[in-house]
């Protein structure tokens, strides 16, 4: 069975339902000069998105967005020139409920399903990333206005951790969050899944998103309402918050790509360079795959998405739930092919989004298996845009699985010193999963 993890923190669902339980649980009608109704049963996913769509005024049509785009910038005579000019707000103001009612509505189940009988966590992906945008928008919602002067863009996906492995395509799942930290323009939203099974909701996965604010056009930052905290339980969720901004931080710094590695991980490197020297050659140019192994070289697989509109999001470029389901797919895929049997996620981190994917964009989606571990399987999928008149190549995103599988699976051996990095970099991603595991 794949691990079920969770984060053991102060952030962790356990205080996360404290604080929604105190909160009420409400649903939108239709938009109305900015109001949000408060009613008994909670929205699904489909009001979720139509409610995005009314606070920035984007359009449904194709045809229209450089007029909603045009309007849209007239916005930014509301944005406040300082954080001191906004009113505080609690972590109840943002505290959301959302279904998704497969159980109750058969003809949602097709979208949802997959070949194995079970939900297509794609899906829940991009139904993750517009619930994080919309808990963000309720943080900074002004009921003065008619239309947020604000960009809510998610700039990360701190962690997605499974606490169980399989999600049933004909059983309801309820959604809830809040924001539980803020910096100046930057907001971190918690998220919890669950499912309704055999007469009672039981725990799917807990998910950590980092959302940033822009201005109207998406060309610089906005301020955001501070977070007061109310009691020690929220005050706990908040500093939690401030220790994932220092951990993201330090882990950016020591990045493969500024720094070399340790000296454990040099000798690590060495290792499997010495493993790999044919001994009847004595050479450094003659190498062989040591048994049960794979060269990383074997161990990719790559895809090609033309970014049309039906893909846009609020702000007509490419959705970023999307580019995480196309991501989490080819991943999936490639660890399937590489061990041969079904994989089952056990985790998701560190999804960074470098850039927007712009409309008629072509992106090209680049698996591979960088790491090993008995019956683990760490795949990072790397995107980018090709300008096909420039040929220009663009990093858009960078995103982090960890797979297990029903048996042990070969070892990936690094060539190259560029692999090696690659390999080194899925080890440290691998090593911080299992951390957290119970």
Known sequence: MCPLLFRASYGSSFVLYRVLKSAVSFTFSKFSMGQISRQEKAPDMAEVRNRLREIVGASTNWKDHKQALTERASLSQYLAQSQDELPAKTMKDSAIEAHLPLGTQPALREKYLNYHNSVRFGRILEDLDS?????????????????????????????????????????????????????????????????????????????????????????????????????????????????????????????????????????????????????????????????????????????????????????????????????????????????????????????????????????????????????????????????PLTRQHSTTNVFHFTFHVEKEVPSVVPQSYGESMLYLDGKRHFDETMRTQI
Request: proline fraction near 5%; charge should be neutral; charged fraction near 25%.
């Open 131 to 387: 619930l994080a945008v919309l808990i963000c928008y309720s943080h900074t919602w002004n009921k003065e206005l008619k239309r947020s002067p604000l960009s809510i863009v998610t700039a990360l996906v701190d962690k997605i951790d499974m606490r169980k492995n399989i999600i049933y395509p004909d059983c309801d799942i309820k959604f809830t969050g809040h924001v539980t930290w803020v910096g100046k323009t930057s907001i971190e939203a918690k998220m919890h899944m669950s499912q309704y099974h055999n007469g009672a909701y039981t725990d799917v996965l807990d998910a950590t998103f980092v959302m940033v604010a822009r201005d109207p056009e998406n060309k610089r930052a906005a301020f955001i309402n501070p977070l007061i905290p109310e009691g020690p339980e929220e005050e706990a969720i908040f500093q939690q918050g401030e220790i994932n901004k220092k951990r993201r931080v330090e882990l950016s710094t020591a990045s493969l790509l500024k720094v070399a590695p340790t000296a454990e991980e040099r000798t690590l490197v060495h290792n499997l360079f010495l493993n790999t020297l044919d001994s009847r050659t004595v050479s450094f140019r003659s190498r062989i795959l040591p048994p049960n192994s794979l060269w990383m070289e074997d161990a990719k697989m790559k895809g090609l998405e033309i970014c049309h509109p039906q893909e846009r999001n609020i702000f007509n470029r490419i959705f970023g739930g999307f580019l995480m389901r196309k991501a989490y797919e080819l991943g999936w895929a490639n660890a399937c092919a590489f061990a041969g049997c079904r994989p089952t996620l056990v985790a998701v981190d560190d999804i960074l989004f470098r850039k927007p994917v712009e409309i008629g964009s072509l992106l090209l989606l680049s698996s591979q298996v960088c790491y090993t571990e008995g019956m683990h399987v760490q795949v990072r999928v790397h995107t980018e845009v090709l300008d």
